[in-house]
């Protein structure tokens, strides 16, 4: 089993920027990879980016792509979504993922074992 805490969430302005972080514990963290997907209600839960398991290679959205970086820290087991130029349709609850079956870097949520309970991030126009 694996716990994935998320902090940093809340109400910024458009054009402003956030951080968000995701604490886990339970398990050996380097063994994941790790994502960040956000959900609006009503809407399919959406891929932001995603992290190997060492950190070399990083992927993420369209929508996101120069506005937000995904990075990860294996001796304090956590990961991070720097989330800049911030758009009101960011809004969103923002949850953090963990892929423990080694295979490549994945874009589906169903690619993820393991969840946390989410972030709000608003983002006011």
């Known amino acids: 089993q694996v716990q994935l805490v998320e902090s940093g969430g809340g109400l910024v302005q458009a054009g402003g920027s956030l951080s968000l972080s995701c604490a886990a514990s339970?398990?050996?963290?380097?063994?994941?990879?790790m994502g960040w997907f956000r959900q609006v209600p009503g809407k399919e839960r959406e891929f932001v980016a995603g992290?190997?398991?060492?950190?070399?290679?990083?992927a993420s959205a369209d929508s996101v792509k120069g506005r937000f970086t995904i990075s990860r820290d294996n001796t304090k087991n956590t990961v991070d979504l720097q989330m800049s130029n911030l758009k009101f349709e960011d809004t969103a609850i923002y949850l953090c993922?963990?892929?423990?079956?080694?295979?490549?870097?994945?874009?589906?949520?169903?690619?993820?074992?393991?969840w946390g309970q989410g972030t709000q991030v608003t983002v006011s126009s």
């Open positions: 993922a963990a892929d423990p079956r080694g295979n490549g870097l994945s874009r589906n949520r169903d690619g993820y074992d393991y």
């Open positions: 339970g398990r050996t963290f380097s063994l994941f990879h």
């Open positions: 992290i190997s398991r060492s950190g070399g290679v990083t």
